[in-house]
């Protein structure tokens, strides 16, 4: 018997109708995903990768098809799969500390007692390095320091699924390869499965076990799956001239540029 995948996308569609008009977004997305498995998501914009995550996330229903996490339909938000989005969602009224945890107390107000939530608060905010800044405000931190508190809080909640849509999108060069030093770190230490959406082939590559590559839309698809077979812990410096790295960027680029090539809508 052939084991059941951990997170399955059973032949999702999805339209949206407004005004009388329906356009189709996703057309027959059909993908499996282990545990502990990172897969990133990539395509041009607007072909419905963030429509996609918030399937899954719970917070978009499906046309058609289902969401199945450990063989379970899931079609409501939940603690199980927690999402960072691209504009951290942080609330401007709370201290960093207090942003997680408000999620803490959430997902584990019953479960953990009170000085057991405020260490698992301090032992998210450490996984990221904010400790340091827990009495801040979001208004007195950068735009990476948020982005932080924001993948400490989705750790926080100990999700099965932790959903990243293009995390690191907002921020600066350098800023961002902390960042995706610090995801591969927690991703290795903690294995959690990931489903992150970007943009940038280089991020992708690095990060992924798996690359889902989506066609354009309207009726956008997976177009190609590209596993990337290179050994972890992965270093940026050392992976820049591995063979295999070359490879997987080469395919992902000849896909986005060559194959399905961005179109501006008429
Ligand atoms: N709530 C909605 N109602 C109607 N149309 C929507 C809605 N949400 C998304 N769409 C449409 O679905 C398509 C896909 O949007 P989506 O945001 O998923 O794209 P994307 O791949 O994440 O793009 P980007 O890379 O720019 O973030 C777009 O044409 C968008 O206009
Ligand atoms: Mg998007």
């Given at each position: 018997m052939s084991q059941k995948p951990y997170l399955k996308l059973d032949q999702i569609d999805k339209s949206f109708t407004r005004a009388g008009r329906t356009s189709?977004?996703?057309?027959g997305i059909e993908l499996a995903i282990d545990k502990g498995e990172f897969v990133s998501i990539i395509g041009h914009s607007g072909c419905g990768k963030s429509t996609l995550l918030n399937i899954i996330a719970g917070l978009t229903p499906v046309t058609q098809g289902a969401v199945l996490l450990e063989d379970r339909e899931v079609n409501a938000p939940g603690p199980d799969r927690a999402v960072v989005f691209q504009n951290h969602?942080?609330?401007?009224?709370?201290t960093v500390y207090e942003n997680v945890r408000l999620a803490v107390d959430k997902v584990f107000g019953r479960a953990k007692s009170k000085a057991e939530r405020h260490a698992w608060t301090l032992h998210n905010l450490d996984l990221v390095q904010m400790g340091h800044a827990?009495?801040?405000?979001?208004?007195?931190?950068s735009g990476g320091m948020k982005q932080r508190v924001g993948i400490a809080r989705a750790l926080a909640m100990e999700p099965k699924v932790l959903l990243l849509d293009?995390?690191?999108?907002?921020?600066d060069a350098l800023t961002r390869a902390h960042l995706q030093d610090s995801v591969m770190q927690i991703h290795a230490a903690l294995g959690n499965t990931v489903i992150m959406i970007t943009h940038d082939v280089d991020e992708a590559v690095l990060l992924s076990d798996r690359i889902v590559m989506m066609t354009n839309?309207?009726?956008?698809?997976?177009g190609e799956v590209l596993g990337v077979p290179m050994e972890r812990p992965r270093k940026r410096l050392e992976v820049v001239s591995d063979p295999a790295y070359l490879r997987c960027r080469e395919a992902v680029l000849r896909f986005l540029y060559e194959r399905h090539r961005y179109v501006e809508a008429a």
């Open positions: 189709e977004v996703l057309k969602s942080l609330l401007p009224w709370l827990r009495d801040k405000r979001p208004s007195e931190i293009e995390p690191f999108g907002a921020l839309g309207p009726a956008a698809h997976i």
